[in-house]
Each structure stands twice: as C-alpha cells, then as structure tokens.
C-alpha cells in the first residue's frame, strides 16, 4: 500500500478494570500496546459518563506510552487545557461538539498536544477539508460513540479509503503526517481488512481487555495488520 509504514494499537481504557486502572494500563503496555486510547464521555454528547483529567493525572506516572484522548463532549473548549495539564499527548474531539473546532485544534497544539477530529459514521469527511495542516489525527468511529462491545459498522472501511485518499493528497503537496484511527469494534478478524482500507491506528476495547492474555492478542493482531497490508478490500 502507498502510505506510511508506521502502524499503532491503542487498547480503549473503557473496557479495562477501572477498579485497578493503572496496573491495567502497566500490563497493556508490557504486552506491547502503543497508544492508550482513553474515552471521555460527559453524558450529554453521549448517553453515558465516564472519566476525566483526574483520571488522567492519577494515570500518567504508570506509563511513557501517549495518552490518546478521545473526548466525547459538548463543548469542549473549557476541557482541552485541563486534559492537557494532565499529561494528555494527543486530544481529539467530534467537530458539531466544538462552535469552533478551528480554534479547538489550534487551542490542542498551542498546549502542546497532537490534535485531531473525530467523525462518527454519518458524519463527513467534509470537516477536515479546510483544516488540513491543523491535524495530526483523524479519527474515524466505527460505531456511534457512547459504548464499547458494539459491532463494526462495513461502510466505515470505504469512508477509510476516502480519509487515506485525502490525507494522500495533503502529503503529495508537502503536508505533514496525519494519523488514521479507526475506532469501535475492531477485532482480530476485521483488523486485516481494516489496515488494508487504510487506518494505521487501530482502537480496541473489548477485543483486547475482554482476552485473558493482553501481549497474545496484541500479537495476534499485529500479525494480522501485517496481512492487511497485502490484501485490497
Ligand atoms: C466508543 C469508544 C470506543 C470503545 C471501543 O464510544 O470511543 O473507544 O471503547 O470499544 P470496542 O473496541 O469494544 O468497540
Ligand atoms: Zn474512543
């Protein structure tokens, strides 16, 4: 495939034992997680609540790895810094949250962070169009944010390739690096198909927490990126 080599798995805190969180986020890493992709959900963008830069704070001394904030809020201006003081390294949030998601981007990297949009399924691609140099990330969810365990929404694969078209295009004129994260129901039998659309950042919750060995399933499912990279879907 003609894109960047480089390709990520980001475990999703959100189906981790919150009970024993930091020793959950250690024990990912150890098994060769690279991202730790952590869900903010204020039960109003989404119909559920979940964790904050408190959360975050207590977090950050178990692990180097990057904090990938993914916030689920409305608005989310007032959050950003707060994240940020808590030791985020990349933020991303849905732009018809944000009045204004130039100024969150620019907000996000004025603070220090990589930043990115997030597009849920009937969401357009249209939003990253003027953008384009404000973007380390775009984030494409693969079901309606608000919960994990859900299923693989197929249509996501052709918005990938769209993304992956896009993004081709912003670097063939001398742009930067912009990661491609696919998020919501990611599995070890939908992963080939999913690198091979294009993502290069691959969430999973349920399918990584959920499996007894942490370091035999992220193998698992590098071992099946790598075969996406030969296939067309
Ligand atoms: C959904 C969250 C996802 C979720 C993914 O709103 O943004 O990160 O935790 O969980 P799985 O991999 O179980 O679909
Ligand atoms: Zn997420």
Same mark, same amino acid.
């Given at each position: 495939?003609?894109?960047?080599?480089?390709?990520?798995?980001?475990?999703?805190?959100?189906?981790?034992?919150? &009970?024993?969180?930091?020793?959950?986020?250690?024990?990912?890493?150890? &098994?060769?997680?690279?991202?730790?992709?952590?869900?903010?959900?204020?039960?109003?963008?989404?119909?559920?609540?979940?964790?904050?830069?408190?959360?975050?704070?207590?977090?950050?001394?178990?692990?180097?790895?990057?904090?990938?904030?993914?916030?689920?809020?409305?608005?989310?201006?007032?959050?950003?810094?707060?994240?940020?003081?808590?030791?985020?390294?990349?933020?991303?949030?849905?732009?018809?949250?944000?009045?204004?998601?130039?100024?969150?981007?620019?907000?996000?990297?004025?603070?220090?962070?990589?930043?990115?949009?997030?597009?849920?399924?009937?969401?357009?691609?249209?939003?990253?169009?003027?953008?384009?140099?404000?973007?380390?990330?775009?984030?494409?969810?693969?079901?309606?944010?608000?919960?994990?365990?859900?299923?693989?929404?197929?249509?996501?694969?052709?918005?990938?390739?769209?993304?992956?078209?896009?993004?081709? &295009?912003?670097?063939?004129?001398?742009?930067?690096?912009?990661?491609?994260?696919?998020?919501?129901?990611?599995?070890?039998?939908?992963?080939?198909?999913?690198?091979? &659309?294009?993502?290069?950042?691959?969430?999973?919750?349920?399918?990584?927490?959920?499996?007894?060995?942490?370091?035999?399933?992220?193998?698992?499912?590098?071992?099946?990126?790598?075969?996406?990279?030969?296939?067309?879907?």
């Amino acid at each position: 495939m003609n894109q960047t080599p480089t390709t990520r798995i980001a475990p999703s805190l959100l189906s981790a034992d919150f &009970a024993r969180l930091g020793e959950e986020v250690r024990n990912v890493v150890e &098994a060769g997680a690279d991202w730790i992709h952590f869900d903010v959900m204020d039960n109003h963008y989404v119909p559920n609540l979940t964790m904050g830069p408190m959360v975050c704070k207590a977090l950050r001394p178990h692990t180097t790895a990057q904090i990938d904030v993914h916030l689920m809020v409305e608005p989310v201006d007032a959050i950003i810094p707060q994240f940020a003081q808590a030791g985020a390294n990349i933020i991303t949030f849905h732009p018809e949250a944000s009045r204004h998601p130039d100024r969150s981007l620019t907000l996000i990297r004025e603070l220090g962070c990589k930043a990115g949009l997030v597009f849920n399924p009937a969401t357009s691609l249209h939003w990253m169009d003027y953008v384009m140099d404000k973007l380390d990330v775009v984030l494409l969810m693969s079901v309606n944010p608000g919960f994990g365990g859900q299923s693989f929404i197929p249509g996501t694969l052709a918005k990938l390739r769209q993304a992956r078209q896009k993004i081709l &295009a912003w670097q063939s004129q001398g742009g930067q690096a912009i990661a491609l994260e696919v998020d919501g129901g990611v599995k070890l039998d939908n992963i080939a198909a999913i690198r091979a &659309a294009g993502a290069d950042t691959f969430v999973a919750g349920s399918a990584i927490f959920g499996h007894k060995d942490y370091k035999k399933i992220i193998s698992s499912m590098r071992a099946e990126i790598l075969k996406g990279e030969t296939i067309s879907v």
